[in-house]
Every structure is written in C-alpha cells, then in structure tokens.
Nanobody
Framework: VQLQASGGGLVQPGGSLGLSCAAS????????IAWFRQAPGKEREGVSC????????KYADSVKGRFAISRDNVQNAVYLQMNSLKPEDTAVYYC???????????????????WGQGTQVTVSS
C-alpha cells in the first residue's frame, strides 16, 4: 500500500490550495480515506473523511464550509480543496486509509492502517 500526498505550499491568509493523495497497492474504493494534519507541538487531528464510494463525507468543525474533500475511484486519488485559509491551518497534512469503507469514528487514529508521507501547508502573509 502506498499513499503519496502532494500539493502543499505557502499561501497567504484567505487564499486557496488543493492537496492530492495518490494511492496504489490496494482495492481503492473498498476503503474510506481521510486527511489529517499536525501542527508543531500539537496532536495529529482529523480534517476530513470520504467513504469508499464517495457518497459520504465528514469534516472537522474547524474546516466546515472552507474545505472540500473528493475522490476519483478511477484515478485512485483523493483531493482536498482548501479555501479561505487561515494561519491556524498551517500544518503537515497527511492522507490515510481507513480500515473500512465508511467514515464511522473517522477522527480516531486507531481506525487507520496506512499513512502517506505528509505535505506541508503554510498559511502566512
């Protein structure tokens, strides 16, 4: 199983950024995929989850209305579109495969088997 996150960078407050997570080595649509983030000195926290079929999505309260998760089960990829970015969104962002196809208990780290390497997002003027 391989997950490759990309798309991070430096963006000004209020700006937008799109992250991608390319997956390989497993039956992609059998598993929910989530994005987590970890800021320096803080615990890793869930940002969003999308079910295997793509029909169900979940968001952390802190990103609702600003972030949008999607997936392409033909290209084996998950995306996170981040708009209206704030300095507190600064973190390393990780994608991870959940142990099941739904987003039940999606915010718990123990639900995830495989993690990508992370991509840095910095929101600063």
């Amino acid at each position: 199983v391989q997950l490759q996150a990309s798309g991070g960078g430096l963006v000004q407050p209020g700006g937008s950024l799109g992250l991608s997570c390319a997956a390989s080595g497993f039956t992609f649509d059998d598993y929910a995929i989530a994005w987590f983030r970890q800021a320096p000195g803080k615990e890793r926290e869930g940002v969003s989850c999308i079910s295997g079929s793509g029909s169900r999505v979940k968001y952390a309260d802190s990103v609702k209305g600003r972030f949008a998760i999607s997936r392409d089960n033909v290209q084996n990829a998950v995306y996170l579109q981040m708009n209206s970015l704030k300095p507190e969104d600064t973190a390393v962002y990780y994608c991870a495969t959940k142990q099941r196809s739904d987003c039940y208990n999606w915010g718990s780290l123990i639900e995830y088997d495989n993690w990508g390497q992370g991509t840095q997002v910095t929101v600063s003027s």
